[in-house]
């Protein structure tokens, strides 16, 4: 929970001993003055680090190699371990299979379909015989001696005759007609089959696209598989083998996300997020690793930041770029700068039922009291900040402790005629020991400083 400082003893200000053992009705009262008014915020908070990043194993295998150790420091993509894993090349080869596969082409093609009825044969004997038989009935109409008769039968057996091959052609003419309505009909047939064909080759295109999407997908996301069995930093840092630390995990969480490279986005998380059971020290060359086991943790302290939590009633005096004092219990003695870069809008819920908001603070350089540098902290430490949220320079002001809360007023009592006399004071920038006033009060007016709540109106306090 944040605090503001309680009242302390007074400055060096003007006092008026008014009090004896035989005068109790006289109170100490002090003149109200000019000066600078500062008004500070306390809040405890945690040191993180720009950005930490657990690196995940990408699937079940062993550890080839390491190239680092605790404590090294490396560069953004230096590569910090191999990993072993005939499983995730069996899956890219199983993927590229398959990939190859759906890359085959599917297609369907229907030509014209045609018929030809064949034309009867009358069988040749028949043809010789019709034609003899012709032949005989001339022979024999021309024996005839009435030229008047042998006229009429010679007619009557060519008239026949040419019956004969009319009814020959005719039934040719037939058949070519019913073949050319056949290849009319199976014409108009095959088109359709035809464009069902069509469509239906452009059905299966569309799935074996798809089909070919998916597998392409799935070769990609196994080469990404494949290519994180080589671990590589996402950014420069400082290594610590497996899982980070709860609290240097948590700080790092939101930087992390946005800087990871695509190809490494599946390894990293936060230290709250990785599986447990890892630490360091238990990651080497030759032990097996699942998918999702920390192999990395690699924390970027070029910028140290503040978390804080401040409390509910002072969070609205807090802006981006307020400055603050650092002080830490792993630093004894020393005090280190810092100023806010943002306010978060999401409550947390404190202890004893008050709300506090995050504030986030970029950490400065630090020194001891003799000026002489003070080493950078290390992220999961924790510290108290205090935010010097309103500053008033010139500032009418009285001390803290003349400050006295009636219902929902505030007043002080002031010396006017030697008697208290009752005054309503609206405040400004509130001090750990003095405060400013607004209106109420000017300078040079005597105000009680000491028993303020106890006096009443019209006593003596000459």
Avoid at 175 to 202: F, I, K, Y
Wanted: with cysteine.
């Amino acid at each position: 929970m944040t605090s503001r400082r309680g009242i302390v003893p007074l400055l060096a200000v003007l006092l008026a001993a008014g009090c004896t053992s035989s005068e109790p009705q006289k109170a100490p009262v002090a003149v109200v003055t000019r000066t600078t008014v500062s008004e500070v915020v306390e809040a405890p908070a945690t040191v993180g680090a720009r950005a930490t990043a657990t690196l995940t194993a990408p699937a079940s295998g062993t550890v080839a190699r390491l190239y680092v150790q605790d404590g090294d420091t490396v560069k953004k993509g230096q590569i910090l371990a191999r990993i072993s894993s005939p499983q995730a090349r069996q899956q890219l080869s199983a993927a590229r299979k398959a990939d190859r596969q759906a890359a085959r082409p599917v297609s369907f093609s229907g030509g014209p379909v045609s018929v030809r009825l064949p034309r009867p044969r009358l069988p040749s004997s028949l043809d010789a015989h019709v034609a003899r038989s012709f032949a005989q009935a001339r022979k024999a109409a021309r024996s005839i001696g009435d030229r008047a008769a042998r006229a009429r039968l010679l007619a009557a057996i060519d008239a026949a005759d040419k019956r004969q091959r009319a009814q020959r052609r005719a039934l040719g003419e037939v058949l070519d007609g019913l073949t050319r309505s056949l290849d009319q009909t199976l014409s108009q047939v095959s088109g359709q089959v035809s464009a069902g064909m069509s469509g239906l080759s452009a059905s299966m295109a569309s799935l074996r696209a798809a089909s070919r999407s998916q597998t392409r997908a799935a070769v990609h996301a196994a080469e990404q598989t494949v290519d994180a069995l080589v671990v590589r930093a996402p950014f420069g840092g400082v290594v610590t083998l497996g899982g980070a630390s709860p609290a240097a995990g948590a700080a790092g969480l939101g930087a992390l996300v946005s800087q990871l490279p695509a190809g490494l986005a599946g390894q990293a998380g936060a230290a709250a997020a990785a599986p447990a059971g890892r630490s360091g020290g238990t990651i080497a060359t030759g032990v097996p690793v699942a998918a999702g086991d920390p192999i990395v943790t690699v924390t970027d302290v070029s910028v140290l930041t503040l978390s804080a939590d401040v409390d509910e009633t002072d969070v609205l005096l807090v802006r981006r770029g307020t400055p603050a004092e650092v002080e830490f219990d792993a630093v004894t003695g020393a005090t280190y700068t810092g100023s806010v870069t943002g306010v978060g809008v999401t409550p947390k819920e404190g202890a004893t039922g008050g709300g506090s908001y995050p504030v986030r603070l970029r950490l400065g350089r630090g020194a001891y009291d003799d000026g002489s540098a003070a080493p950078a902290p290390k992220p999961g430490m924790s510290a108290v900040v205090r935010l010097a949220v309103r500053r008033s320079e010139n500032a009418t002001a009285v001390p803290a402790s003349a400050i006295v809360t009636s219902g929902r007023e505030t007043i002080v009592w002031a010396v006017r005629g030697g008697r208290a006399e009752r005054r309503v004071v609206r405040l400004g920038a509130q001090g750990d020991a003095v405060v400013e006033i607004l209106s109420g009060v000017s300078p040079g007016e005597r105000v009680v400083v000491k028993g303020a709540d106890a006096v009443r109106p019209g006593q003596s306090l000459s």
